[in-house]
C-alpha cells in the first residue's frame, strides 16, 4: 500500500508538471486506480486460485473438512478412518490435527490383500465414522473397498481442489452429507 501511494504521488506530480488541466490528469489518476483495483480482484479470484490448486493436497482438504465437521461435533462426534496399506499411515495428518484448533479422532485400518476386517467393517458402519481410502491405492483394490463402503451404508463424495481437480474421495452416512456441499 505504501509503494502504490508513493506511486500515485509520483504520478500526480509528473502530471502536473505536464501543464494538463487538473480535470484531464484526475481522470488519469482514476483510470490507474481503477486499473490497479481490476487487477488485484483479478489476481485475487482467478489466478490465485488456479496457483494455489496445486497446493491443495489430501492433508490440507482433509484439515478443511475437520474444520467444517467441527460446527456438528457436540452432537454427533466424527471418526476419521483411513483405509490404506502398509506402504502408507496417517501419522502426518494426525500431526497437522494437533497443529491446528481441531478436534479429529483419526484411525486407520492397513489392509492386506482384498479383505476388510470384521472390526473394521464395525467402525465403517457406524454412522459417525467418514472413511477415506488412500488416493494412490491399486485401482482394483480400490474398486472392491469402493463396493465394500456402498455395502456397508457410505456414500461417496469427490473433494476437490478450488480449480475443479479431484484429490480423494470422502464416503459419509447420509447424516454427514451436508459436508459434500
Not at 111 to 138: C, F, H, M, N, T
Amino acid at each position: 500500500m505504501l509503494f502504490a501511494s508513493l506511486g500515485l504521488t509520483w504520478l500526480l506530480e509528473r502530471l502536473q508538471g505536464l501543464g494538463l488541466t487538473p480535470t484531464y490528469w484526475k481522470s488519469i489518476v482514476a483510470g490507474a486506480i481503477l486499473t490497479v483495483i481490476a487487477l488485484n480482484v483479478y489476481q485475487a479470484n482467478t489466478l490465485d486460485r488456479d496457483r494455489m490448486a496445486g497446493l491443495q493436497n489430501l492433508e490440507n482438504l482433509f484439515l478443511r473438512i475437520v474444520q467444517s465437521a467441527q460446527k456438528d461435533e457436540d452432537k454427533f462426534p466424527k471418526t476419521y478412518l483411513f483405509i490404506t496399506d502398509p506402504s502408507w499411515t496417517s501419522k502426518g495428518i494426525e500431526l497437522i490435527t494437533r497443529t491446528y484448533p481441531v478436534q479429529a479422532q483419526i484411525t486407520e485400518v492397513v489392509i492386506k490383500g482384498d479383505d476388510l476386517s470384521e472390526p473394521a467393517k464395525g467402525l465403517i458402519y457406524q454412522r459417525s465414522s467418514l472413511v477415506i481410502i488412500k488416493p494412490w491405492l491399486d485401482p482394483q483394490l480400490m474398486a472392491y473397498y469402493e463396493k465394500s463402503l456402498r455395502e456397508l451404508g457410505k456414500s461417496p463424495c469427490d473433494i476437490k481442489a478450488t480449480n475443479g481437480d479431484k484429490r480423494f474421495v470422502l464416503w459419509y452416512s447420509p447424516e454427514t452429507a451436508w459436508l459434500c456441499r
